[in-house]
């Protein structure tokens, strides 16, 4: 065989090899990344799942200790309330028959304009509540229902019986004209002040003006 031939052969024969060691190495690379891919897939899939399992943990943890602090909050403000609602039971106090009956008559008299009488029912109702046995802070209440219409009676009445008396000096002085105003002054701020409607008359008699 010639030289050449053989030379031939033997180049052919090492590219067939060459070609043959490329192929198996490029198939073994290929399989080697894909299952490098795989394995790094099934890693992620794993880390969200505990991660998952991991929230879902904590959401459930906080919201029994939501639910435990919930119904902590709403037991301790029973627990208050139903307390509030014991020292207010404990503290109430009954308000005797007497006083209660003093305070009603008093304001039927003011409402009415009988100020005087008002004014001594009002003054009786102060006397039975201090010297009852009822607490300071209770008396202190019961006063304060009536405080300012006593007040006011108290200073129409005075005001009154002061131009009354006023004008029972200028009548003893026949002093008619000026005993008529202030007879009239005394009408005027307390309408029903018996005293001073009969003197009104009588003297009104004595000047001839009826």
């Known amino acids: 065989?010639?030289?050449?031939?053989?030379?031939?052969?033997?180049?052919?024969?090492?590219?067939?090899?060459?070609?043959?060691?490329?192929?198996?190495?490029?198939?073994?690379?290929?399989?080697?990344?894909?299952?490098?891919?795989?394995e790094g897939t099934s890693i992620q899939e794993g880390s969200i799942s505990d991660n998952?399992?991991?929230?879902?943990?904590?959401?459930?943890?906080?919201?029994?200790?939501?639910?435990s602090s919930t119904a902590t909050n709403s037991g301790s403000a029973d627990e208050t309330s139903s307390q509030s609602a014991s020292e207010t039971?404990?503290?109430?106090?009954?308000?005797?028959?007497?006083?209660?009956?003093?305070i009603t008559k008093a304001d039927g008299y003011y409402s009415s304009g009988e100020?005087?009488?008002?004014?001594?029912?009002?003054?009786?109702?102060?006397?039975?509540?201090k010297g009852s046995d009822l607490t300071e802070e209770t008396q202190q209440l019961q006063l304060s229902l009536f405080t300012t219409k006593y007040k006011k009676a108290k200073e129409i009445t005075d005001t009154?019986?002061?131009?009354?008396?006023?004008?029972?000096?200028?009548?003893?002085?026949?002093?008619?004209?000026?005993?008529?105003?202030?007879?009239?002054?005394?009408?005027?701020?307390?309408?029903k002040y018996k005293d001073a409607i009969d003197a009104y008359d009588t003297l009104k008699a004595m000047m001839g003006l009826e």
């Open 1 to 38: 065989m010639n030289f050449r031939v053989i030379f031939k052969l033997l180049a052919l024969s090492l590219i067939v090899a060459l070609l043959f060691s490329t192929a198996i190495l490029s198939s073994a690379c290929k399989k080697k990344t894909d299952t490098s891919i795989a």
């Open 52 to 67: 998952s399992s991991s929230n879902s943990n904590t959401s459930s943890a906080d919201d029994g200790q939501s639910s």
């Open 89 to 102: 039971e404990a503290t109430a106090e009954a308000i005797p028959q007497e006083i209660s009956d003093l």
């Open 115 to 129: 100020y005087a009488l008002a004014s001594t029912t009002y003054r009786k109702a102060v006397l039975a509540i």
């Open 160 to 191: 009154a019986r002061m131009h009354f008396g006023n004008a029972m000096t200028l009548e003893y002085e026949q002093r008619f004209e000026e005993a008529k105003k202030e007879l009239e002054a005394a009408l005027a701020i307390y309408p």
